[in-house]
Each structure stands twice: as structure tokens, then as C-alpha cells.
């Protein structure tokens, strides 16, 4: 049991160290408001789109993709949205927390850490930690697009008309109704919705790694293996570049998130946090973690074994994504102060209950001990 409670802790206990870093440099002065500022703009728009194109751009083989884990991961993302529409409208009626909320609800951290939490559940066999992390960067090629794309979305949806009220118009119908239009229409704006994903900095850094993935795989299956020209042998700097970002991505953004931190912040929206933890690190690795487990058992297309189990543990048993907090500083006017408030709170609350889950499975003999 201590082996197990030990690998809980030390897959989440760093993201919770780095954060609290983030808040003694800040109190103490050592960092400052425009630091905080810049490092978050740095870290969304450069350093983790370097590190999703690096982990998706390493992907080895894609002929033993488990399209039976990859339909079930896409599956239950998708019921976590829809579920988490309907809490997050049941919660709050402030528009700008609800982005925020919504995207707690179905947005995890398995981009930053799902890599080293599954590396931690797949046992001491270096054989099954290789298979364990080529799982995990296989999922998060159609993962973490779709959890991009949704989270603009959840934070596209319900700030708009918070928006026009920020603008200081006067919220009544004028006689030729052309406020009431105004209003109607930004509820819902589609091409801003549109626009908010093409331009994600995320995003653009998944395409752009699928692209030079499959023009890599296009030179082997027309000049053979070893392909003529690859970015990590051809253009080293550039390669060595892109991938100093991605190591730096992870710590960064989180001691800059505990630079935003304000405990003072907790008591005017507890509800929200209380909901948000609890659908993020209870609710969702238990009903994910649980029908996956079912799906294992009885329905031979969804092949699930110690090898997928830790890769299904890291999607949806992490606390909320760090890089929630960051768009929802860049996106409309949602609530930044609660997006960072649910980031702390997941990780501090997710220590307990990847200790269950992890406990819980390695019981039942779905992971190496």
C-alpha cells in the first residue's frame, strides 16, 4: 500500500510544489505582475504548442494504434462535455464563471502529465514502460485536439453576454430592436468560436505535428525506412530548439499559475471550486475508469489490459490542465482568477483520488504493482 500511495504522490505532489513556488516568489516580490503576465502569454502561445508538436511528432508506429481505446477515449470526452454543460448551467448563472467551470468538468492534464503518471503506473519493466508511453502519445494525438477545440468552445459559449454588458451598453430593447439583435446574435457567435480555434496556439502546434508525422510516414512508405528527410536528423537545431520549450512548458506555466493564485479569491466562489473538483477528480475518473473497465471485461473490441489502463488513469483521472487557467485569460472575458482557483484545487484534491484509483485497480490486477 505504501508503494502505491507513493506513486500518487509523486506524480501529483510536484504540480502542486511548483505552484506554491509560483505564490512565495510572487508574495514575496520576487516576481512581479508583468512577469506572471508575459510567462503566461509565453507559455501558451510558445512553449506548449513546442511540446504538443514534439510528443505527437514522436509518435513511432502508428499500425498498432488500439482503435478500441481510441474510439472509448473520444467516446467518454464527449459525454464529459455534455454532462458538464448541463452542471455548469445548473451551478452558476455568472457568465464568466461558467467557461471556466464547463471546461473543468472535461479538460484534464493528461498533455503535461499524462506522459511521467503513466510512466509511474506501468510498473518497474522498462519494456512496459515503452509500450505504456507509445499508448499515451497515441491517444493524445486524437485527445488532445478534441480537447482544445472543446475547451475553446466551453469558453466561447457563455461569455458574450457578459461581454455586452462589460461594453457598458444599456441592456434594454430599443424601439427598432437593434440591441435586442446585438445580444441575440453574440450569444452564440459561430465564426468567433471558429476563429478562437483555428488560431489557438494548442491547436496549431497538434496540426502542424500531424502534418510533419504524416509527411514523415509518406517519405518511408515511397523511399523506405529510414525516411530521406526527418526535422530531429536533418534540422537538429531546430528539433533541440522546440523540445527546450517543451521541457521548460510544464514548470513554467505552473509557477507562473501560482503567481496568479489569491486565496483571498476562494470565498467568493466556493460552489464553483467544490463542483468543479469534485466532477474533475471524482465524478469523471469514476465513471470513466469504471465503464472502461466494464467495456474490458465484456465487449472484445475494447481490449484493455495493464498496458492501457495507466494511459486511461493519466486522461481522465488528472486534475484539470494548467493551460485551462492560460485560455481562459486569452479568451473573452472569462473568469481567469477561477480557472487557476480549479487547477490548485484539482491537484491538491487529485493526490487522494489517485491513490484510490491506482489502489483500487492494482487490487483488481489492471496494473503491474
Known amino acids: 500500500m505504501f508503494n502505491i500511495f507513493m506513486t500518487a504522490i509523486n506524480a501529483v505532489v510536484p504540480i502542486v510544489a511548483l ?102 503506473l506501468a510498473g518497474t519493466d522498462p519494456a512496459n514502460v515503452q509500450t505504456v508511453n507509445g499508448v499515451v502519445a497515441m491517444i493524445q494525438a486524437f485527445t488532445v485536439p478534441l480537447f482544445n477545440i472543446l475547451a475553446v468552445i466551453s469558453l466561447s459559449v457563455f461569455h458574450a453576454p457578459a461581454k455586452v454588458a462589460a461594453e457598458g451598453e444599456q441592456l434594454q430593447i430599443s424601439e427598432d430592436g437593434t440591441l435586442a439583435a446585438k445580444i441575440e446574435r453574440d450569444k452564440l457567435n459561430i465564426k468567433r468560436i471558429v476563429l478562437n480555434i483555428v488560431t489557438n496556439p494548442m491547436i496549431i502546434g497538434i496540426v502542424a505535428g500531424l502534418v510533419f508525422l504524416g509527411l514523415r510516414y509518406a517519405e518511408v512508405a515511397i523511399w523506405g525506412d529510414p525516411a530521406p528527410f526527418t526535422i530531429k536528423e536533418d534540422l537538429p537545431f531546430v528539433y533541440i530548439t522546440m523540445d527546450d520549450l517543451r521541457v521548460i512548458a510544464t514548470p513554467l506555466a505552473l509557477v507562473v499559475l501560482g503567481g496568479q493564485f489569491e486565496f483571498s479569491a476562494v470565498k467568493g466562489m466556493t460552489k464553483e471550486i467544490i463542483v468543479g473538483t469534485i466532477f474533475r477528480v471524482v465524478f469523471a475518473p469514476l465513471f470513466a475508469v469504471g465503464v472502461a473497465i466494464l467495456l474490458g471485461t465484456y465487449v472484445p473490441f475494447f481490449n484493455f489490459g495493464q498496458m492501457e489502463y495507466p494511459a486511461i488513469i493519466s486522461l481522465f483521472g488528472t486534475p484539470v490542465a494548467v493551460s485551462s487557467a492560460i485560455m481562459a485569460e486569452s479568451i473573452g472575458d472569462n473568469d481567469g482568477q477561477l480557472a487557476g482557483q480549479l487547477v490548485v484545487w484539482t491537484s491538491v484534491a487529485s493526490v487522494i483520488s489517485l491513490f484510490v484509483i491506482v489502489f483500487v485497480l492494482m487490487t483488481m490486477g489492471l496494473l503491474s504493482v
Open 19 to 120: 505552484i506554491a513556488l509560483g505564490y512565495i516568489l510572487r508574495r514575496t516580490g520576487f516576481l512581479n505582475k508583468s512577469f506572471v503576465q508575459i510567462g503566461n502569454k509565453f507559455v501558451f502561445d510558445i512553449c506548449l504548442p513546442c511540446m504538443l508538436f514534439i510528443n505527437i511528432y514522436n509518435i513511432n508506429d502508428l499500425s498498432e494504434i488500439n482503435w478500441g481505446l481510441v474510439v472509448y477515449s473520444v467516446a467518454a470526452i464527449f459525454i464529459l462535455f455534455a454532462l458538464g454543460w448541463v452542471v455548469t448551467v445548473f451551478t452558476t448563472k455568472n457568465a464568466r464563471r461558467r467557461g471556466p467551470l464547463f471546461q473543468c468538468t472535461f479538460l484534464s492534464n493528461f498533455a503535461i502529465i499524462g506522459i511521467s503518471l503513466a510512466e509511474a
